[in-house]
């Protein structure tokens, strides 16, 4: 087995320690920075404007395509939530919560061996009850996850060309994150 094999196996064998639900590559050349997404989040997201981890804070979509270019390969990951109906907004509000935090472990467990990457989560950033956006730096730089979304990523398109269900069906909510990488 080759080191890209061996981190691969790694990458995967923590992703089911973490519990996610699914794991797919994504080829970095095929990338898509789509300024309609970004426009979403402008107009229909809380977190915009509000957070280090989401626009504007994270940069121009140019800015986050230089990011993202500097490593070779792309992993997207997401962990699918059982609702108690569909109207069960707590039980989002617990599970958009609780991926960040698998995130998190992810990240710990896997950035050692991977040494530079780049971790992109879901939804804006909970780890301070107020953020210092704009006004103060992020308080904990080292552990800040940018949003997969704020990048202007497709989610649909990127989790159908990575071969990942968007959609789990009635009463389910899916998370999706991502980690770029070098071998
Ligand atoms: S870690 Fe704290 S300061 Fe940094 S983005 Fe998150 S909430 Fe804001």
């Not at 639900?21 to 994504?26: A, C, L, N, Q």
């Amino acid at each position: 087995m080759d080191r890209e094999e061996r981190l691969t196996e790694t990458i995967r064998r923590n992703a089911i320690r973490v519990g996610l639900t699914e794991i797919g590559d994504v080829d970095v050349s095929e990338l898509e920075f789509e300024e309609w997404v970004r426009d979403f989040c402008r107009e229909g997201c809380r977190s915009y404007n509000r957070s280090w981890a989401c626009p504007p804070a994270v940069g121009t979509l140019e800015e986050c395509r230089e990011r993202c270019l500097q490593y070779g390969h792309m992993m997207l990951f997401d962990r699918c939530y059982r609702l108690k109906g569909s109207f069960d907004s707590l039980g989002i509000q617990n599970a958009m919560s609780d991926f960040k935090k698998i995130v998190d472990r992810f990240d710990e467990l896997i950035s050692p061996i991977l040494g530079k990457s780049l971790f992109l989560t879901n939804e804006g950033c909970d780890r301070c009850p107020e953020c210092t956006w704009p006004d103060a730096p992020c308080r904990f730089p080292d552990r800040l996850h940018h949003t997969i979304e704020g990048y202007g990523f497709n989610i649909t398109k990127m989790a159908r060309k990575a071969g990942l269900r968007y959609n789990n069906g009635p009463e389910t909510v899916t998370f999706f994150g991502a980690v770029l990488y070098d071998f």
